[in-house]
């Protein structure tokens, strides 16, 4: 089955212990993007990847980093985390360009809560 | 700055009735218009989408309805059904090829269908 997963789904922890959100797709596509969503805010990328090693910043990096070793793996590490960074975390991935198909597929989302 | 704009927040319709939700976007340079659907515990999901050299596409009881010149988007959904009481987004991506495939959201919509 075509997914992508995230984990862990739930998370709480403290201000400034370091975490990681992982993030895998088995679809072989080159694009994967992060983004979180905030009632009222819809869904705002924090990083993208165009491919192995081809990392960039969205709209709202502050604070986040991701690395991209893999095709398949796009972690998103939050190495001190701080309450404002409470949110629902989604990974997403597809296929670059204007194809007719490449929609961007989205994991089941990862909800972080920053005490 | 909210470069695509939808409303309205949350809508209760009745089962069988028209639902509507609108958005409007800034940026000429967009040029693949998506709907995503997404359910409570689950991450967004394509539900229909339509490029700006069409005026309107249908899937089913899913329709939706672009205006070019006045850089507006709405999504119908017609005999609403309980089942598709979940929350909508309008999204937008920009027209470039191996670019950023970041899809701009809107806020969303909350819908709620009534037996």
């Known amino acids: 089955e075509a997914q992508v997963t995230q984990n862990p789904r739930y998370l709480i922890t403290v201000t400034g212990k370091k975490l990681t959100v992982t993030c895998s797709q088995n679809m072989n596509h080159e694009y994967m993007s992060w983004y979180r969503q905030d009632p009222g805010l819809g869904l705002r990328q924090i990083y993208y990847s165009m491919n192995v090693e081809v990392t960039d910043k969205g709209d709202v990096p502050e604070g986040y980093k991701v690395s991209r070793k893999e095709k398949r793996n796009f972690p998103l590490i939050l190495e001190s985390p701080s309450p404002n960074q409470t949110s629902l975390y989604f990974c997403?991935?597809?296929?670059?360009?204007?194809?007719?198909?490449?929609?961007?597929?989205f994991g089941p989302g990862t909800r972080l809560t920053v005490l | 700055q909210q470069q695509v704009k939808q409303s309205p927040q949350s809508l209760i319709v009745q089962k069988g009735g028209i639902s509507i939700i609108n958005c409007a976007y800034e940026?000429?340079?967009?040029?693949?218009f998506p709907w995503y659907q997404q359910f409570p515990g689950k991450g967004p999901a394509l539900l229909i989408a339509i490029r700006p050299d069409v005026s309107e596409k249908k899937e089913g009881r899913f329709t939706i309805s672009f205006n070019k010149s006045a850089k507006q988007f709405s999504l119908h959904i017609m005999d609403s059904q309980p089942g598709d009481s979940a929350t909508y987004f309008c999204a937008a991506k920009g027209g470039s090829n191996f670019g950023n495939e970041k899809l701009t959201f809107g806020t969303g919509t909350r819908l709620t269908i009534i037996p």
């Open positions: 940026n000429t340079a967009f040029d693949y």
């Open positions: 997403a991935s597809s296929r670059p360009g204007l194809a007719a198909n490449n929609e961007q597929f």
